[in-house]
């Protein structure tokens, strides 16, 4: 039983740190930027995709995983410069009616491209397998590494914004823009970095999620709406919001899933628990989401200043 | 004596290491007009933002006819008598003169959960605003768009929806801010003949103004009062003189 | 009386609208019928948010839900033998007011972004909700068991009283939607979007206005959906998909927002473009976020604003 409970945890944790990644991103942009982003999840696809294409086209792992992070922040950058320089200046609901038309763009071209049905690519052999756990439970060593991994770029996160000149730039220009542009600081360049930062982080998320989740066109809106959540919950334009956010909301979505039906069917009858069960674990997030909202609107952890 | 209607107990706000209000102490009698005056920056505003609800202070009490008001929010300090005016015009601009004033006075003229007729053709609602907009000397463009109006119009405007709800207590933010000679006499002219039927707080640049209209005068440097008499008390305080109107004599 | 351009236009279009089935008669198609009825259908949808969106200046992307639960209202009552139509319509309309209701509550203290995000959050929640109810198709949706049934008065199964019946809603929503914006209470929702402070300091807090107008609009999206559920003969989870908030939400900004005309000329414009990309290409959405980046860059009036007289709808 514990055993179960620690895998399912675990998966929590790596849930949540996939959703910080993404959370991260477009936190960053929105704050710095005041840009809403919808189309933040066709470049977690684009990391996706880009990743078994290079896979299959290098056979190698390793080059897969660059081809990926390179192009979507090429991708990311692109779009900055032809579509969303000028939505800067605009009010958020053109930006969502934009980057929306963005989303049906690039889910028709990853379909034109790649077709509509999932994809799979192998993982090498290192990265098969499982890890012994203590009491007697093992774990996949591929989603130990997400974990890792997606812990490292967390911290390397909190570094570069709290502790380098970059970061202090961007917490900078997040709370007086036309002040750092008088600073001399080449503000259009700025941004674009920053976007293709956040975009590479996507990309990150995207092929990290590859041998996981199903990879298809669409697949960016799913988990993009639970980034939202994260976002709500955690305050916007915060990065410690959005971790704490993300590993909330991650945990509780794997856990309501995992636990919610079994854990119902003490209490009521098989019949109700399982239809029930799936309904509510599937709510979870959002019943969280509104809570936070009733109790706290502005987040748990909101951006100073906001 | 009389309570005063005001009472404002050391009240302070902060913006991060800025001391905007630095425990501000004030009485201010009903009929009165008593002016604030300081130096740019001084937290004039956000003064008087935090007395009509706008900004809820860090510390301090305000209380209003005897009632603690201080963390009231701003419409239902509305509703207890307060009005203002803004620093910086903030008006309905893709509405009407008339339009805007009608506002003012439909929120103090009954419940707003009405759903079929229209706000227009209540003559409840539109009379009053007229005559408010005739009072301050907006009768010809009532029918004007509130966006086309010219600035002074627009400083009239804002003047006018403060009047609309009848307040015991007007909060006015600069009234004459931009406004020509001709106009800004106009208005003081005004707002004099407001004298003595409303309590006002007036905040303003313009010394002509303010000593031709304050009954008292306080005078506010980096948050804090240095000074709070009659116009002459004033004029002859050498720490006023230095710290302010040192400049202004000038200008 | 001299009418503005605009309602000239509009009485024009509703005329149009009135003489699609005698003309699809005529030709021989009766496809345009049943295209113009999804048409003004989708323009109701439209119509209620405009209310809340033009008007009221609240970006919800979660309207869609009010389709499925107005289409879920009629279709689980349909599937349980209940084929009332004022029932299976008053459960529409009140659910979907009731919905709207408990998540206006929480959403409406928080404006701008975090609004996008929180209705369109919401609104997955409810779809996901439909996915996961198997006993009424799940992901896959069911077939409507009947028409709701309006003890006589009108027939939905005929093709023409249904169109008309929709055309007759639809002209009624849009006057009541103009009554409304006109009234006190539409008032108090035009000033609060223009300029809410200064709407608070004359004395109106705009929460419960805002909570008001989010319930009437999420009803009349809720007579939207029994009408599409009748219309389709099918029930699905797709209904709530968010996308189709985005359709609904593009409407109402394509065709203009705050006039009475726009969200019409929206879903005309949008649905017809979507008939043709469709019936050109597979990836048909492909042009179609194209054209919808292009249409937010460059124009920014919606078509509604091409019209003389390009004012705020008084």
Same mark, same amino acid.
């Given at each position: 039983?514990?055993?179960?409970?620690?895998?399912?945890?675990?998966n929590?944790l790596?849930?949540?740190?996939?959703?910080f990644?993404l959370?991260?991103?477009?936190?960053?942009?929105f704050?710095?930027m005041?840009?809403?982003?919808l189309?933040h999840g066709?470049?977690y696809?684009v990391?996706?995709?880009l990743?078994?294409?290079?896979?299959?086209?290098?056979?190698?792992?390793?080059?897969?995983?660059l081809?990926?992070?390179?192009?979507?922040?090429?991708?990311?950058?692109v779009?900055?410069v032809?579509?969303?320089?000028?939505?800067?200046?605009r009010?958020?609901?053109?930006?969502?009616?934009?980057t929306?038309?963005?989303?049906?763009?690039f889910?028709?071209?990853?379909?034109?491209?790649?077709?509509?049905?999932?994809?799979?690519?192998?993982?090498?052999?290192?990265?098969?397998g499982h890890i012994d756990?203590?009491?007697?439970a093992?774990?996949?060593?591929?989603?130990?590494?997400?974990?890792?991994?997606?812990?490292?770029?967390?911290?390397?996160?909190?570094?570069v914004?709290?502790?380098?000149?970059?970061?202090?730039?961007?917490?900078?220009?997040?709370?007086n823009?036309?002040?750092v542009?008088?600073l001399?600081?080449n503000?259009?360049?700025?941004y674009?970095?920053?976007?293709?930062?956040?975009?590479?982080l996507?990309?990150l998320?995207?092929?990290?999620?590859?041998?996981?989740?199903a990879?298809?066109?669409g697949?960016?809106?799913?988990?993009?709406?639970?980034?939202?959540?994260?976002i709500?919950?955690?305050?916007?334009g915060s990065?410690?919001?959005?971790?704490?956010?993300?590993?909330?909301?991650?945990?509780?979505?794997t856990?309501?899933r995992a636990f919610?039906?079994?854990?119902l069917?003490?209490?009521?009858?098989?019949?109700?628990a399982?239809?029930?069960?799936?309904a509510?674990?599937?709510?979870l997030?959002?019943?969280?989401?509104a809570?936070?909202?009733?109790?706290?609107p502005?987040?748990?952890?909101?951006?100073r200043?906001? | 004596?009389?309570?005063?209607?005001?009472?404002?107990r050391?009240l302070?706000?902060?913006f991060?290491?800025?001391?905007a209000? &630095?425990?501000?102490?004030? =009485?201010?009698? @009903?009929?009165?007009?008593h002016?604030?005056?300081?130096?740019n920056?001084?937290?004039?505003? %956000?003064?008087i933002s935090?007395l009509?609800?706008?900004?809820l202070p +860090?510390?301090g009490?305000?209380?209003?006819a005897g009632?603690?008001?201080?963390?009231?929010?701003?419409p239902a300090?509305?509703?207890?008598?307060?009005?203002?005016?803004?620093?910086?015009?903030?008006i309905y601009?893709?509405?009407?003169?008339l =339009?805007?004033?009608?506002?003012?006075?439909?929120?103090?003229a009954?419940h707003?959960?009405?759903f079929?007729?229209?706000? #227009?053709?209540?003559?409840?609602l #539109?009379?009053?605003? #007229?005559?408010?907009?005739? !009072?301050?000397?907006l009768g010809a463009?009532?029918?004007?768009?509130?966006a086309?109006?010219?600035?002074?119009?627009?400083?009239?405007?804002?003047?006018?929806?403060a009047l609309?709800?009848?307040? #015991?207590?007007?909060?006015? =933010?600069?009234?004459?801010a931009?406004?020509?000679i &001709? !106009?800004?006499q106009r208005?003081i002219?005004?707002?004099?003949?407001?004298?003595?039927q409303? %309590?006002?707080?007036?905040?303003?640049?313009?010394? &002509?103004? *303010?000593?031709?209209?304050a +009954?008292r005068?306080s *005078?506010l440097?980096y948050?804090?009062?240095?000074?709070?008499? %009659?116009? @002459? !008390?004033?004029?002859?305080?050498p @720490?006023?003189r230095?710290a302010?109107?040192?400049? @202004?004599?000038?200008? | 009386?001299?009418?503005?351009?605009?309602? /000239?236009?509009?009485?024009?279009?509703?005329a149009?609208?009135?003489?699609?089935?005698?003309?699809a008669?005529?030709?021989d198609?009766p496809?345009?019928?049943?295209l113009?009825?999804?048409?003004?259908i989708?323009?109701?949808?439209?119509i209620?948010?405009n209310?809340?969106?033009?008007y009221?200046g609240?970006?919800s992307?979660?309207?869609?839900?009010?389709?499925?639960?107005?289409?879920y209202a009629?279709?689980?009552?349909?599937?349980h033998?209940v084929?009332? $139509?004022?029932?299976?319509?008053?459960?529409?309309?009140?659910?979907?007011?009731?919905?709207?209701?408990?998540?206006?509550?929480v959403? /409406?203290?928080?404006?701008? /972004?975090?609004?996008?995000?929180?209705?369109l959050?919401?609104?997955?929640?409810?779809?996901?909700?439909g996915?996961?109810?198997?006993?009424?198709?799940?992901d896959?949706?069911?077939?409507?068991?009947?028409?709701s049934?309006f003890?006589?008065? /009108?027939?939905?199964a005929?093709?023409?009283s249904?169109?008309?019946?929709?055309?007759?809603i639809m002209?009624?929503f849009?006057?009541?939607t103009?009554?409304?914006?006109?009234?006190?209470?539409?008032?108090?929702?035009?000033?609060a979007?223009?300029n809410?402070?200064?709407?608070?300091?004359?004395?109106f807090?705009?929460?419960?206005?805002?909570?008001a107008?989010?319930?009437?609009?999420?009803?009349m999206?809720?007579?939207? $959906?029994?009408?599409?559920?009748n219309?389709?003969?099918y029930?699905?989870?797709?209904?709530?998909?968010?996308?189709?908030?985005?359709?609904i939400?593009?409407?109402?900004i394509l065709?203009?927002?705050a006039t009475?005309?726009?969200?019409?000329l $929206?879903?005309?414009?949008?649905?017809?473009?979507e008939?043709?990309?469709?019936?050109?290409?597979?990836h048909?959405?492909l042009?179609?976020?194209?054209?919808?980046?292009l249409?937010?860059?460059?124009?920014?009036?919606?078509?509604?604003g091409?019209?003389?007289?390009s004012?705020?709808? $008084?």
């Amino acid at each position: 039983m514990t055993a179960l409970v620690l895998e399912q945890a675990l998966n929590g944790l790596q849930f949540g740190v996939m959703l910080f990644l993404l959370a991260a991103g477009l936190t960053l942009v929105f704050g710095i930027m005041n840009l809403v982003n919808l189309a933040h999840g066709s470049l977690y696809m684009v990391g996706a995709y880009l990743w078994v294409a290079g896979m299959q086209w290098t056979g190698s792992y390793l080059l897969g995983v660059l081809i990926a992070l390179a192009g979507t922040l090429v991708v990311g950058m692109v779009v900055e410069v032809v579509a969303l320089r000028t939505l800067y200046e605009r009010d958020h609901l053109d930006q969502v009616l934009a980057t929306f038309g963005l989303i049906l763009f690039f889910n028709e071209l990853i379909a034109i491209l790649w077709g509509r049905s999932a994809l799979y690519a192998a993982l090498p052999g290192w990265l098969r397998g499982h890890i012994d756990l203590f009491g007697g439970a093992v774990y996949p060593v591929y989603r130990a590494a997400v974990i890792a991994v997606g812990l490292a770029v967390a911290g390397a996160l909190w570094y570069v914004v709290a502790r380098t000149r970059l970061g202090m730039l961007i917490r900078a220009g997040a709370s007086n823009r036309t002040m750092v542009a008088a600073l001399g600081v080449n503000i259009r360049l700025l941004y674009t970095i920053v976007f293709g930062f956040g975009a590479a982080l996507a990309g990150l998320a995207g092929l990290m999620a590859g041998p996981i989740y199903a990879v298809q066109p669409g697949m960016g809106e799913l988990i993009l709406i639970q980034v939202f959540v994260v976002i709500v919950i955690g305050g916007i334009g915060s990065i410690r919001g959005a971790f704490l956010g993300a590993l909330i909301v991650g945990m509780v979505d794997t856990m309501g899933r995992a636990f919610l039906k079994p854990m119902l069917g003490t209490v009521v009858s098989p019949t109700v628990a399982d239809a029930a069960g799936p309904a509510i674990a599937s709510m979870l997030i959002y019943l969280l989401m509104a809570v936070v909202l009733a109790v706290r609107p502005e987040g748990l952890l909101p951006a100073r200043g906001s | 004596m009389a309570e005063a209607l005001l009472e404002i107990r050391g009240l302070a706000k902060a913006f991060g290491a800025l001391r905007a209000t &630095d425990g501000v102490d004030l =009485d201010v009698r @009903e009929g009165e007009t008593h002016a604030v005056i300081g130096p740019n920056g001084a937290g004039k505003t %956000t003064l008087i933002s935090q007395l009509s609800g706008n900004l809820l202070p +860090d510390a301090g009490r305000i209380r209003f006819a005897g009632e603690d008001i201080t963390t009231l929010p701003a419409p239902a300090r509305s509703h207890k008598g307060l009005a203002r005016s803004f620093q910086i015009t903030s008006i309905y601009r893709e509405f009407t003169a008339l =339009d805007n004033v009608a506002l003012a006075v439909q929120a103090h003229a009954g419940h707003s959960f009405r759903f079929w007729r229209p706000a #227009r053709a209540e003559r409840r609602l #539109r009379e009053p605003a #007229r005559a408010i907009l005739e !009072e301050v000397g907006l009768g010809a463009r009532a029918d004007v768009t509130a966006a086309n109006l010219a600035h002074g119009e627009q400083r009239q405007l804002e003047i006018a929806m403060a009047l609309a709800s009848r307040p #015991r207590l007007m909060l006015l =933010d600069e009234p004459v801010a931009g406004m020509g000679i &001709d !106009e800004s006499q106009r208005m003081i002219r005004f707002l004099a003949g407001l004298k003595g039927q409303r %309590t006002i707080i007036l905040v303003e640049h313009d010394m &002509d103004a *303010v000593f031709t209209l304050a +009954d008292r005068i306080s *005078v506010l440097v980096y948050g804090r009062i240095i000074a709070s008499g %009659t116009p @002459e !008390e004033i004029r002859a305080n050498p @720490e006023v003189r230095s710290a302010y109107l040192g400049e @202004e004599a000038a200008g | 009386m001299r009418l503005p351009p605009r309602t /000239i236009a509009l009485c024009a279009a509703l005329a149009c609208l009135a003489a699609v089935p005698p003309l699809a008669a005529l030709l021989d198609q009766p496809f345009y019928l049943d295209l113009f009825r999804r048409i003004m259908i989708f323009a109701i949808a439209a119509i209620s948010l405009n209310l809340i969106l033009g008007y009221g200046g609240m970006v919800s992307f979660g309207h869609a839900a009010y389709l499925g639960i107005g289409g879920y209202a009629v279709g689980i009552l349909a599937f349980h033998g209940v084929h009332s $139509g004022w029932l299976q319509w008053g459960l529409a309309i009140g659910g979907s007011a009731l919905v709207a209701a408990a998540i206006g509550a929480v959403s /409406i203290r928080t404006s701008g /972004i975090y609004f996008i995000m929180i209705t369109l959050a919401f609104t997955q929640m409810l779809y996901y909700l439909g996915i996961s109810l198997e006993a009424y198709g799940g992901d896959d949706g069911m077939r409507l068991a009947a028409r709701s049934d309006f003890s006589g008065l /009108i027939d939905l199964a005929d093709p023409w009283s249904f169109y008309y019946f929709v055309l007759a809603i639809m002209t009624a929503f849009i006057y009541i939607t103009h009554r409304i914006v006109n009234s006190r209470f539409g008032m108090v929702i035009r000033a609060a979007r223009s300029n809410e402070p200064r709407t608070r300091a004359i004395g109106f807090s705009p929460y419960p206005y805002r909570l008001a107008a989010f319930t009437i609009a999420g009803a009349m999206c809720g007579v939207a $959906g029994a009408l599409l559920v009748n219309h389709t003969v099918y029930l699905t989870p797709e209904f709530m998909h968010w996308t189709r908030s985005g359709e609904i939400l593009f409407m109402v900004i394509l065709g203009g927002m705050a006039t009475s005309a726009g969200p019409v000329l $929206g879903a005309v414009a949008l649905l017809i473009l979507e008939d043709l990309l469709t019936g050109w290409t597979q990836h048909w959405q492909l042009y179609l976020g194209l054209l919808l980046v292009l249409s937010v860059v460059f124009f920014r009036r919606g078509l509604a604003g091409l019209l003389p007289g390009s004012r705020d709808d $008084g």
